[in-house]
């Protein structure tokens, strides 16, 4: 019997390629199976990537050739605290320069129980 309730699983990559990057959100990949404790944006395209968790609101700004990572429990009071929420979907657009070429991608840590 395990001694633990959740175990942390890499989810499946989520990716939108330079070419179907425009001014207007799209979706990146599928929805959040379960929560997430690490999210990593990945921007590999040659232009400036705006992402949003509401396909309207312009909430990070991610550089050509450039990463965040959001490693939500590191400092977690309580465990159960501070997780990316299950059926999150992550949008992107084009930033003030427009991406020609490359990929974006957004790479997960989920929580699954055992």
């Keep these: ?6 175990a942390a699983k890499f989810d499946t990559l989520r990716s939108i390629s330079a070419a179907s ?3 207007s959100f799209a979706a990146v990949g599928v929805a959040l199976p379960s929560p997430a404790v690490v999210l990593t944006f990945k921007n590999a395209t040659n232009g400036d990537v705006i992402i949003s968790t509401d396909g309207v609101n312009d909430m990070l700004f991610l550089p050509a ?3 965040n990572v959001f490693d939500i429990k590191t400092n977690a ?11 999150t979907v992550f949008y992107a657009k084009d930033g003030t320069t427009a991406s020609t070429s490359g990929s974006f991608y957004i790479e997960a840590v989920i929580v699954e129980r055992v």
């Design 1 to 6: 019997m395990s001694l633990y309730k959740n």
């Design 21 to 23: 990057l425009t001014g």
């Design 65 to 67: 050739n450039s990463f």
């Design 77 to 87: 009071p309580i465990l159960q605290d501070y997780m990316f929420k299950q059926g």
